[in-house]
């Protein structure tokens, strides 16, 4: 009887929203891992083109199963507006005002992945002299958007949202950068390059004030993708 009022009283204190997003993510990144790798797709489907499609596929997958499955958690699990998650425009003067500077900065910071040869040896993930037609360039780059849609929404959305009781802003804050920085050592089967790991950590650090600064989730989302959009494109071109 004893064990059965201790874990009665610990489902009391605790708090469901916090323990729901915990688990939500720990399933949909399980499921990502393993289902949303390169190694799946070859394994499961026998396409031309294979090294493309492997790419747009694993894009798509965080989308569908941060975004859209996240969706429908946050609404009929947590019974909360995605609004509550910070998906809407919230403090968009400041929004605005931290685009402008980014979009300044982020160039330079993405100009600084040339000198890094494990960086230049793995991206773009594409070769666009190989898969140079319009639709293909376009596909990617939609799928890329895709990808960070599906990132900033579980963790500057639903993760960092749901730990802020519990944990306060800095401790929210400081967990979502802890599993993204983690979750960035290797996605896909391809070994992430380790600079990039490394700036996982302040950048997840930088998003995650971000976010609570404005409000929304838009603006972190703004800059994470233009980090990666201009990396392929430097790297590429340059």
């Not at 499955?69 to 005002?97: A, E, R």
């Not at 070994?191 to 609570?212: C, R």
Request: one cysteine or more; proline letters at 2%.
């Amino acid at each position: 009887m004893k064990l059965k009022e201790e874990i009665n009283n610990l489902k009391i204190n605790s708090d469901k929203n916090f323990n729901y997003a915990i688990c939500f993510t720990i399933i949909v990144l399980f499921l990502y891992c393993y289902f949303g790798s390169f190694s799946f797709f070859e394994k499961s489907f026998n396409v031309a083109d294979l090294n493309y499609w492997k790419i747009i596929y694993h894009n798509f997958m965080a989308f569908i199963l941060f975004f859209v499955i996240g969706l429908f958690f946050t609404k009929f699990i947590l019974k909360t507006s995605p609004k509550y998650f910070y998906l809407q425009s919230g403090n968009w003067k400041t929004g605005l005002k931290l685009i402008g500077i980014a979009t300044i900065i982020v160039p330079l910071i993405a100009l600084t992945t040339l000198f890094d040869k494990e960086m230049t040896n793995t991206y773009p993930l594409i070769d666009f002299k190989t898969y140079s037609a319009w639709w293909q360039i376009l596909l990617y780059f939609l799928s890329y958007l895709a990808y960070y849609v599906g990132w900033e929404y579980l963790f500057r959305g639903i993760l960092l949202k749901s730990s802020e009781k519990n944990l306060g802003i800095i401790g929210a804050i400081l967990l979502t950068t802890l599993i993204s920085s983690i979750i960035h050592t290797s996605i896909a089967d391809f070994g992430k390059p380790m600079i990039e790991t490394l700036s996982a950590i302040p950048a997840g650090l930088i998003f995650g004030y971000i976010t609570t600064k404005t409000n929304s989730v838009l603006y972190s989302l703004y800059i994470h993708m233009l980090v990666g959009f201009l990396t392929d494109i430097f790297i590429f071109f340059i």
